[in-house]
């Protein structure tokens, strides 16, 4: 019965009780709105007549104005619940003095103040409640609920519309003002009783703002808002285009009801229905309509819509005297505004609010509500009595009114929808910032600088130099010759690095006097260095004693000197001594002459790299594979990838190759496509093109994006985030497949999840599915990064992926707003949070899966194709079936033996597995994986077969 109601409301778990209460409150804040207005009609009609509305129109809005202006004043001053509870009060207290004014004062004026009143608390409910829906819903909550939870009204309306005559006939008209007062006292009771229930709702935003306590932005400062002026614009469609839709109807209904018995049968017949399609709309429909169209819809139905009858009217109203079908379109025109106002339009102007920082929010919200809305109301009442008493429009005439107003609505509406999406973006990425630009254009950020060049701290020091040599560049040599002598021995061999790349020749003789007197071995190097790019002449001549120094350091020094700056008799000297040190039998020897070869870091230096990369000496291929990273000749390329399959190497070529450039693309391409490649370095090829960018990386990873394998896939896709690639027109539709392949996996995995279970020998695999759909969804969006904006989908994806708060709620509106119907309706079962099962129901629709046994989906899993499920879930899947031990695995286990290219880590938990469930055939089988390439799978493949030799054993 639970399931059914959520179901049929569109409820998700934890919302039903929520939903009840402001039901039940939108119920009770109708009876007032129900019985105050039939009364306040009632007693104005008794004592003026209907032409005399358009002043009460007047009026109101002038007095709506001062109230409006009051509240947003006290909601400065009151937290929310105070004011609201408050307000009602004083709408009793009011009530009850009008009661007390109508029966002790005979005369007119009552009357017109009863009506006056009646718009005033019908603004103030109305602005109270859907501030109150904001509150206590998120936004994607909103798009579900707020036309479902303001059905309560509507229901007050048709109880109460029956309700009126029997009421009236016993207590009289202005007595029902006693029902008013009871139904505000209700509406207090139920709002206690919500905000006891769920404090967290109404503390959250008074949490947030005292903790992050900021002055509140200026009013003024608010409504030069764009955006919040899109919205004020829409209020003031909405009105004026109410009031001047009744008008016509009116004129319309008065020409074919001329007695006035008929006229009410009518108008209680019109609003009986009304509401109770108004409650069908609200109840069944309206909520998914816009929880699947999106606000577009709760935008622009009625502009259109309304727009389009308005024009049938003027045009049968132009070439034909008006009859019945100009009275029948007149009729289902305000019949389509009412109905749709309040459970389409009403909750998109309330979903319009949510992207607002909070202050902003409520006074905007409260500013339209009280300020705008009366405004509008006494506009549009001084238009009309123009229109009807000047012009004497008639109701075709007020159409063609109508379809102006409704164009520009629609207008208005289109450029309301592109900025909500751009203020969803704003909000997903609101945060405050901490961070100063500095610059060195003033003199205290010059002394600042110049201050920190004195500090101890390595990371300051070179800080600060980074910012004099781009802010002060003519003043470096100053700078450089005092840092000459800094106590630190990193910022003297940092300095001389900087004055060698400049060719600071000023600087010859401080750095010669440094070279005479420093102890440091390492800045005794760089002042060598140094030296000879200062003095390229000389250099030979000055360095060449430095080639017999004891000390290794002093030695690279002179070496990488010679062979940069001392021309053909540098190269000769320095270089056979190189040579001897690479063709050493001491590793430690050709360790150093990688190390010199990578410092000199000349391109055509590169033969001697050749054989280091083999070197037998890890310690030697890593100097050397650092040196081909400087070096970045292309012949070095592939003995580097080479080395990404080693373990203990891979992160310092990765680092060599990125350094490369674009210029090792066509050997990682060349080492990628070999057949039978590893999985491994695949990976690490994608990794490795992520961090090199570039249209030529785009071009060899979009050749892949398809990819066979889901363990290579998934990086690939993430490479091509990083290159920041976006499609060309004519891959959308490509790209969109492929999205709907991930989405036919994801619907899978959930199907197996399920299958599955929570059974603790199945809680690994169970880990393991859980991250495919993880993957599955972060493919995904992926994917829609490269066709959409990408930033903005990243960043929505991040908040979807590590968020709880408000923040996903805005990330999924987002998406909700970007993405086209035809992938919302697949994507949104994938990347909300529901339960299994309900992503389950919504993608069988699209993706039929059928649940299976346990035993059945596990033998699925293992032999599933590579392309769609990772090798580590087939790893947990095997490892469940070794648990369970039974023989109906046999089969399964023995597919993966019988293939040794399986990944090692499948290939041991198969042997594993195999153990467990005691073949008779385990020895055969295993036995040549003795001399398995992998040491592991060695390594458990003699462990399972010394356990079968020890139960064996054991058995005879």
């Excluded at 306590?213 to 030069?224: A, E, T, V, W």
């Excluded at 309509?289 to 606000?295: E, P, Q």
């Excluded at 450039?661 to 050997?667: D, E, L, N």
């Excluded at 590893?678 to 030529?696: H, M, W, Y």
């Amino acid at each position: 019965m639970k399931n059914t109601f959520s179901a049929l409301f569109n409820l998700k778990k934890g919302e039903g009780k929520l939903v009840i209460l402001m039901f039940l409150y939108s119920f009770c804040i109708g009876i007032p709105r129900v019985f105050t207005t039939t009364a306040s009609q009632a007693v104005f009609l008794e004592n003026f007549s209907a032409q005399s509305l358009p002043y009460v129109y007047i009026f109101a809005g002038l007095t709506n104005v001062i109230a409006g202006s009051l509240y947003l004043k006290l909601q400065q001053k009151l937290v929310f619940h105070k004011l609201l509870v408050g307000t009602l009060l004083v709408m009793i207290v009011a009530e009850g003095c009008l009661n007390g004014l109508l029966k002790s004062i005979d005369a007119r004026w009552p009357a017109l103040l009863f009506a006056i009143w009646r718009e005033a608390e019908f603004l103030l409910l109305v602005t109270l409640f859907w501030i109150l829906a904001a509150k206590v819903f998120n936004i994607r909550q909103g798009k579900r609920l707020f036309a479902l939870i303001g059905t309560g009204e509507i229901l007050t309306g048709i109880l109460g519309g029956l309700a009126i005559p029997w009421i009236v006939t016993r207590i009289g008209t202005v007595n029902l003002l006693f029902v008013s007062m009871g139904g505000l006292g209700a509406a207090i009771f139920v709002f206690m009783t919500l905000k006891n229930a769920f404090p967290e709702k109404l503390a959250q935003t008074n949490h947030i703002e005292k903790r992050t306590f900021k002055p509140p932005l200026p009013l003024k400062l608010i409504l030069k808002n764009s955006y919040i002026q899109l919205i004020f614009s829409l209020t003031i469609f909405v009105i004026m285009t109410d009031y001047i839709v009744s008008n016509a109807f009116f004129d319309q209904v008065s020409l074919q009801y001329p007695n006035q018995e008929q006229l009410a049968s009518f108008m209680g017949l019109f609003y009986s229905a009304n509401a109770l399609l108004s409650l069908i709309v609200g109840i069944s429909c309206s909520g998914k309509l816009l929880n699947k169209f999106g606000i577009v819809l709760g935008l622009l139905a009625i502009p259109v819509v309304v727009g389009l009858h308005a024009l049938l009217v003027s045009i049968i109203g132009t070439v034909a005297e008006p009859g019945i079908l100009v009275f029948s379109l007149m009729v289902s025109t305000n019949m389509f505004f009412r109905t749709f106002y309040y459970t389409l339009n009403k909750p998109t102007i309330t979903t319009l609010y949510q992207p607002l920082i909070a202050s902003q929010k409520e006074r905007a919200q409260g500013f339209v509500d009280n300020v705008i809305g009366p405004v509008a109301t006494g506009v549009t009442g001084l238009l009309l009595l123009f229109l009807n008493k000047v012009l004497h429009f008639n109701a075709v005439q007020l159409s063609m009114v109508i379809v102006i107003i409704t164009i520009l609505w629609g207008i208005a509406a289109f450029l309301t929808r592109q900025q909500y999406t751009h203020y969803l973006t704003k909000a997903l990425a609101r945060r405050t910032l901490n961070q100063e630009n500095f610059s060195l254009q003033d003199s205290a950020s010059l002394h600042i600088m110049q201050n920190s060049l004195k500090s101890s701290s390595i990371p300051e020091v070179i800080y600060a130099i980074d910012m004099l040599e781009e802010g002060q560049p003519d003043e470096l040599d100053l700078y450089f010759q005092e840092l000459l002598s800094h106590p630190q021995p990193p910022i003297r061999q940092e300095v001389l690095q900087r004055i060698e790349h400049l060719r600071r020749e000023a600087l010859f003789q401080p750095v010669f006097e440094l070279l005479q007197q420093e102890k440091n071995l390492l800045v005794q190097a760089a002042a060598i260095k140094t030296i000879a790019a200062l003095d390229s002449d000389n250099a030979s001549d000055r360095l060449h004693t430095y080639l017999e120094s004891e000390a290794k350091e002093i030695q690279a020094g002179a070496m990488v000197a010679l062979l940069k700056y001392g021309g053909i008799s540098g190269v000769l000297s320095s270089g056979t001594r190189l040579i001897k040190y690479a063709e050493s039998p001491l590793a430690e020897d050709r360790r150093f002459a990688a190390k010199v070869l990578g410092e000199v870091g000349v391109r055509d230096f590169y033969q001697p790299l050749l054989k280091l990369l083999a070197d037998p000496d890890k310690r030697v291929q890593q100097e050397a594979i650092a040196a081909a990273g400087k070096i970045k000749n292309p012949r070095l390329w592939p003995k580097v990838i080479e080395q990404l399959a080693h373990q203990e190497l891979h992160n310092i070529a990765t680092s060599a190759l990125i350094q490369g450039g674009s210029s090792v693309i066509p050997y990682l391409e060349s080492s990628f496509s070999k057949k039978e490649q590893s999985e491994d370095l695949c990976i690490r090829i994608a990794e490795i093109c992520g961090k090199l960018k570039g249209t030529e990386t785009i071009h060899f990873l979009r050749k892949h994006i398809e990819f066979p394998d889901e363990d290579i896939r998934h990086p690939i896709l993430l490479a091509l985030k990083a290159c920041k690639y976006q499609c060309i027109p004519e891959e959308v539709d490509f790209l969109k497949g492929i999205i709907f392949e991930e989405i036919k996996d994801a619907a899978w995995a959930i199907a197996a999840s399920i299958d599955i279970g929570s059974d603790e020998s199945g809680q690994l695999l169970q880990n393991a599915l859980q991250r495919e759909i993880q993957q599955n969804r972060e493919r995904i969006f992926l994917l829609l990064s490269f066709i959409y904006n990408s930033q903005t989908i990243s960043q929505a994806w991040q908040y979807i992926k590590n968020e709880t708060s408000e923040k996903k709620t805005y990330a999924l509106e987002l998406i909700d707003n970007i993405i086209p119907q035809d992938l919302k309706q697949m994507v949104f079962p994938v990347i909300e949070d529901i339960p299994l099962k309900d992503r389950m129901k919504h993608l069988n629709l699209q993706y039929p899966q059928e649940l299976l046994g346990v035993n059945e989906r596990l033998k699925e899993i293992v032999a599933r194709s590579d392309q769609w499920t990772t090798t580590w879930a087939k790893c947990c899947a095997v490892y469940m079936m070794g648990k369970l031990g039974s023989l109906e695995f046999h089969d399964s286990i023995i597919s993966i033996i019988k293939n040794p290219t399986e990944p090692p880590l499948l290939l041991e938990t198969a042997i594993w597995a195999l153990g467990q469930i005691q073949s008779d055939d385990m020895i055969p089988l295993l036995t040549p994986l003795l001399h398995h390439d992998s040491c592991q799978v060695v390594q458990v493949s003699q462990y399972v077969l010394d356990q079968a030799e020890k139960n064996h054993a054991i058995d005879h």
